[in-house]
């Protein structure tokens, strides 16, 4: 069976510090892999989505950054945290091609102060 | 462009009332659709989905759905709630390697 790992589960980071987000998918090949923000009361927010190694689509123009340097790792990135970098992050798989579910992860709580 | 609204932003029952959430779609062929559940602080959970054939659709933890394309919903249902459904609803719509959230739907449960 697949399974989706996220790490940290929490984090608390000083505005202007850098962030790294962890996301890996166990019992799956060659995965859709997608990183959603939540903030306070809100819905979710496609940031970015890979079909591939080194492939990233970028949903939204922020300072966040996304890689995929392998076929089951994704991860979030940040040079500088903002405040309103502060939210519940998600990442999410699927099998590729089409229009299949998506799986997701335990999510990372940040909060930039 | 292919959209979901989830109209109600807040919903409270009472334990053992029976539940409907309603989900409106816009895509001009058939919908690819799915619910899922978001308990506080956890990631989503899948309930159910619907790609084609019977348009009622049976889901985990005993939620059901059914498809209307002349009324472009798909409402989710369960015939008694349960103090444990308190949380967060979404009904989402199949995109081309993506998917498309509603806002979400967050349920109370009166005991």
């Known amino acids: 069976s697949q399974t989706i790992h996220q790490w940290p589960a929490t984090l608390v980071q000083p505005v202007g510090s850098p962030l790294s987000l962890e996301c890996t998918v166990e019992?799956?090949?060659?995965?859709?892999l997608y990183w959603y923000r939540q903030a306070a009361g809100r819905g979710l927010q496609l940031l970015f989505y890979?079909?591939?190694?080194?492939?990233i689509s970028s949903e939204v123009p922020q300072n966040l950054s996304a890689s995929r340097p392998q076929d089951r790792q994704f991860i979030l990135s940040s040079k500088k945290l903002l405040l309103s970098d502060s939210g519940f992050y998600l990442c999410?798989?699927?099998?590729?091609?089409?229009?299949?579910?998506?799986?997701f992860g335990p999510g990372t709580r940040l909060t930039v102060l | 462009a292919q959209s979901v609204t989830q109209p109600d932003i807040h919903i409270t029952v009472s334990e053992g009332a029976s539940l409907e959430l309603r989900c409106n779609y816009s895509?001009?062929?058939?919908?690819?659709l799915f619910w899922y559940v978001q308990s506080p602080g956890q990631g989503l959970q899948l309930l159910l989905k619907y790609f084609s054939g019977d348009t009622l659709v049976q889901g985990i933890k005993g939620f059901e759905a059914e498809f209307k394309r002349s009324q472009s919903s798909f409402n989710l249902r369960k015939p008694s709630v349960h103090w444990s459904d308190a949380a967060e609803y979404f009904c989402a719509s199949g995109g081309y390697n993506k998917l498309i959230f509603g806002a979400g739907t967050r349920l109370a449960v009166h005991p």
């Open positions: 890979s079909v591939g190694i080194g492939q």
């Open positions: 019992g799956t090949s060659n995965p859709n």
């Open positions: 999410a798989w699927s099998r590729s091609g089409g229009y299949n579910e998506q799986f």
């Open positions: 895509y001009g062929a058939t919908p690819y």
